[in-house]
């Protein structure tokens, strides 16, 4: 009988775990909420109208087409009963299995203000990414409308809470949509006068980094038209703009890129979890007393052989996800396990057009040549030779034309078409 | 003082109309409900998951941005006061106007059956077309988890109702879908089990074409595993399938391609118009008793010389915006208008890969050179640069590998996220 393993979360994790199992005696399962794998370190393009969903998303069914040993199934696991060894789908039954692997990743945290997120959307799905591009193209579409000039000034005020790569991403991103893009789109506003500011509540961007690639950063922002607030504190969010210290600032555009937490599924697990609710796993990944059940990603607290914490990076998910599927494999000839070892290539993140920072072992560099191979190295880990082709062409389009074009409101239009309709 | 134009509907007419305008001496002003321009021939691409949306959608405001005298405003017109010349828009007062060019294009008509909508969605909206591709891609999914017989069968029975270019398009695309892209993909379902039923109530399938291609649609369909039904007329359609006749077919994907009817805000003009809700208008597409006041495209009932009506086809639209726009410059030095004339440069639907039927003057040929020049023609007219080179590669791509790249569902999504947050 073949061992039955169940994958849960179809990331860079969860992939790249049910792909190791190729042509080997097993049966997989891999479970994921959607029917797509998502290229996470590009969503900020979607959200930002530089590429279309499709761009980034590709449908796990057809990655794992030729795997006959692969089942796929569009649902989501409500419970995990470790016990028992079954996990319980939202709408069919349960599917028990000899080795668990839980790659479920993370969402946004908003440290105990969860009535923050409606005004303040974060970036994990696409659906985020297509709420934010909503967000932000119908504010300049409303500014141009409307006559009052305090309103206008909320729907060109844009906050960025958080100075990881995603919120120096994303403002870098906005800038160059209000200063470049849309400069001659619009004849009630201009454009420049569009305010984008990037809150961080440690003392500089890009923690993981060294203070001078911060540095970099920084002044490479502002000199974009960002205005960068380091060691500042979100106190407040609401439906007119969000509150730092003593200081209101009005807006209909907050962003929020500052916190993690894991997926709500691992609770039911019933095990210790950390502060930002990942599971503590042993050095082969397992959880404590349980060697049949691995905990990868962004979803797990696994430490390197210093104690440091592995970072919530695609790099990690994937090699964590290889080695787990080879330590499964191994199991079956009684094999001794050794513990899950990180090899770092390296971290980077872009700021804007032909700016980027690049950190690669004892390396650091920026500018030109490190968006050069921030390109490269993205394009070279899109999942299909297809998306390689095609965001490949939509970036060299967007650098020679400065043209962004996936600015599609597209649920806007729902809402008029519902309200016809009623 | 320069005339002030309002044109509302920024599809083929509308655009047209404004890009006529350039470098005159008017002001323009383009109302539209979305803020993009929809290449809607090749909308049943994006409802099967060919194309994405920005592929055939492209930003209103981009296109006319070097156009100085073009105002672009993102709203909707809920009424027309032809008496004093302005119209009201949905959430901003009113704008008045010397001569107003009314193209706000159609949406369908179920017959007097609007309760049908919800079970059988029309394809006109990009939101039109992402909610077919959604539940088209759901209907696999759920057919691959579900094991009750019954229940698998409906969601696999695909019923399109009219025979038309949208009906034939989409009857061919789904059957290639279910028959060659995601042959490999499911584990429980064998997807060549699909059904895929055409219903047509008159006599035969693209009435607009001659016989012979009318026949060769007919029979490319069936050999691709479509059954076409003509002269059959739809009783019934609920949320378990569809009533034709005496006889009950279960499905969840029925899919409306039958009837148009021009937009409800054509009613406020309080003049007469046909069944279809489309303003008859004079030789000139202006209506009786305001000269400055314009119908065209598929809102108009207009006719040629000998009174047969034009037909509600993108060409129709761009000619009669065109033709329009020259009008009201000439009307500055009181030149004598003439009548419209259609020049009709052909028509063309595409039946699946390789397969299209065209008809250029008394030219009428079928087959691989069809569908070539179907595809030269459709690349030939996307708005822009991008979208060619880009469509053409998609198109390239599914040629060779028969792989639909935007098959994601992402509302499907939405709906598990906000329950989880509830």
Known sequence: MNKKIVIIGGGFGGLSAAKTFKNKNVDVTLVNKTNYHLFQPLLYQVATASLSPSDIASPIRSILR??????????????????????????????????????????????????????????????????????VLSSFEKAEITEDLLEREKYLNFVIVGGGPTGVEMAGAIAEIARDTLVKDFRNIDSKNTKIQLIEGQERLLMAYDNKLSEYTRTTLEKMGVKVRA????????????????????????????????????KTLNIELDNSGRVIVDSDLSIPLYPNIFVIGDAANAKDNSGVLLPGLAPVATQAGKYVANLIIKDQNKEQRKAFKYFDKGTMATIGRAKAVVKIGGFEFTGFFAWLTWTFVHIMFLVSFRSKVIVMLQWLWLYISNQRNSRLIVKENIDIEQKTLN
Chains 1, 2 share one sequence.
């Open 231 to 266: 060691k500042t504190v979100v106190t407040e969010i609401n439906e007119n703009g969000i509150k730092i210290g003593d200081e209101f600032i009005s807006s209909n555009n907050v962003i929020w890129a500052a916190g993690n937490k894991a997926a709500p599924v691992l």
């Open 66 to 135: 030729n795997q006959q040993n692969v089942k796929v199934i569009l649902d989501e696991v409500i419970e995990i009963n470790k016990e028992n060894s079954y996990i319980n789908l939202k709408s069919e039954g349960h599917i028990s299995f000899d080795y668990l692997i839980i790659a479920v990743g993370a969402k946004h945290s908003y440290f105990g203000h969860d009535e923050w997120e409606k005004f303040a959307p974060g970036l994990k799905t696409l659906n985020d990414a297509l709420n934010i591009r909503e967000r």
